[in-house]
Every structure is written in structure tokens, then in C-alpha cells.
């Protein structure tokens, strides 16, 4: 599980989001750090088990994205993220496609998945495959299931002109307008302090792998 003292340091970042009061609370943040880094390496397993695309031998160290933030071209110039990232690719590493990712932020923590703003060429793939197999896709996000978890998935970022090559009267036009493809779920802090987090997650995990399947299928 995630610990009080993890959410107690992101909370307290939040605040003191300076140089001198990290490097004051630097074993807070290792701590953290480590915590999270614990919980990542069982969600591994527990992930794999589900989905094999998720290599077992991921570092759970190079999961967890870093807490310092590129300011270079942010107008925030704060140094340091308020929150732990934790990817993991069903890719080889530097390949982009679908993944589950998990984000630890006091009263801001979920867990996704999917395939985020896909670069030109996948989007153009993910985009035809939605045209050639509609059905299929439909059958994933439109199962009452999912839509109790992660709402209606059309309800995302999309164009607001028609994509390129694709009229308006397509019967799939508006999951043919979007330009993310995730599935998304709000948890409470409440929940990342329970024992069973792991297997929670997992268990989201589990209703988003299709999803993944056919995003990867797409752009295989």
C-alpha cells in the first residue's frame, strides 16, 4: 500500500515546493520514493499475471518517473512534481504505444491506461482500425462495466473538425475524433492506504487490457 508518510510529503511539496525545503526533507522523499517504488514492484507481478505484453523484470526503479520537473518551457518554473508516476509500457523501452499508468497525488490520485496524444502515425493507424473494426472497440468501452468504472469513453480531448479522410455522417465519427485513447478512474486517498492496493489496481488493470490489446493491434 501506499503509506501516510508518502501522501504526508506530497502534501507538504504542494506547499514548499522550493530547493531549500526539499533538500531539507530529502530522506522524506527517499522514503517516499521507496514506498512507491515497493508498491510498483508487486503491481508488476500482479500486472503480468494479466497482461504478459508487461515484461515481469521491469525495474520498478525505471517505472517510477522522477520528481523533478522540466521547466524549460513550463511557465511554472516550481522544480519538483507534486505526485509519483508509475508507468508501465507493454513496449520495448523508447517504443511508444498503450501502457497503465498510476499516479499518487493526494486527492488527485488514478489510474489510467490506453494511449495518450498518439504520435501521427499511430493516431492515422488507431484511427482506420476504428473505421475497419468499430465493433470491436465498441464492445470494449460500451460494456456497462466498463462505463461504471471509467465513464463514457467518448467524453475525452477530441478534434473539433472532422479527422482527415473521414466524412461526418460515419456512423463511428465521434470515437474517430478523439485524440487520446484512455481509460480513466479517480481513487481516493482512502484506497491508496489499503492493504489491498495492489490487487485493486491490478483488478482496473484487468478491464483495461483489452482496450491495450486493441490499441497495440492497431498499431502493430
Known amino acids: 500500500m501506499i503509506t501516510k508518510e508518502t501522501l504526508d510529503f506530497l502534501k507538504d511539496i504542494t ?21 512507491v517504488i515497493d508498491f510498483t514492484g508487486e503491481l508488476i507481478k500482479e500486472v503480468h499475471k494479466i497482461d504478459p505484453a508487461v515484461d515481469e523484470n521491469l525495474d520498478p526503479k525505471k517505472c517510477v518517473m ?32 498503450s501502457e497503465y499508468y498510476i499516479h499518487i497525488e493526494p486527492a488527485k490520485a488514478f489510474v489510467a491506461g490506453g494511449y495518450w496524444m498518439p504520435e501521427a ?24 462495466g466498463f462505463v ?10 477530441k478534434l473539433k473538425t472532422l479527422p ?7 456512423e463511428n ?20 492506504l489499503q492493504k489491498d492496493l495492489v490487487k485493486n489496481v ?14 497495440n493491434n492497431a498499431i502493430a
Not at 123 to 131: H, P, W
Open 15 to 35: 506547499v514548499n515546493n522550493n530547493r531549500e525545503w526539499f533538500m531539507d526533507n530529502k530522506p522524506r522523499h527517499d522514503k517516499a520514493r521507496e514506498n
Open 66 to 97: 522522477r520528481i523533478y520537473r522540466d521547466v524549460r518551457f513550463s511557465p511554472d518554473k516550481t522544480p519538483y512534481k507534486r505526485n509519483f508516476g508509475i508507468s508501465l509500457s507493454r513496449q520495448a523501452k523508447g517504443v511508444r504505444g
Open 121 to 144: 502515425a499511430h493516431l492515422k493507424a488507431i484511427r482506420q482500425e476504428i473505421d475497419y473494426n468499430a465493433h470491436e472497440l465498441k464492445s470494449i468501452v460500451d460494456e456497462p
Open 148 to 157: 461504471k468504472l471509467f465513464g463514457n469513453f467518448r467524453d475525452q480531448e
Open 164 to 170: 482527415r479522410d473521414y466524412a461526418a455522417d460515419n
Open 173 to 192: 465519427i465521434e470515437l474517430l475524433k478523439l485524440k487520446s485513447f484512455i481509460a480513466f478512474r479517480n481513487l481516493e486517498d482512502k484506497e491508496l
Open 202 to 215: 491490478a483488478d482496473l488493470c484487468s478491464k483495461i487490457y483489452p482496450l491495450n490489446v486493441f490499441i
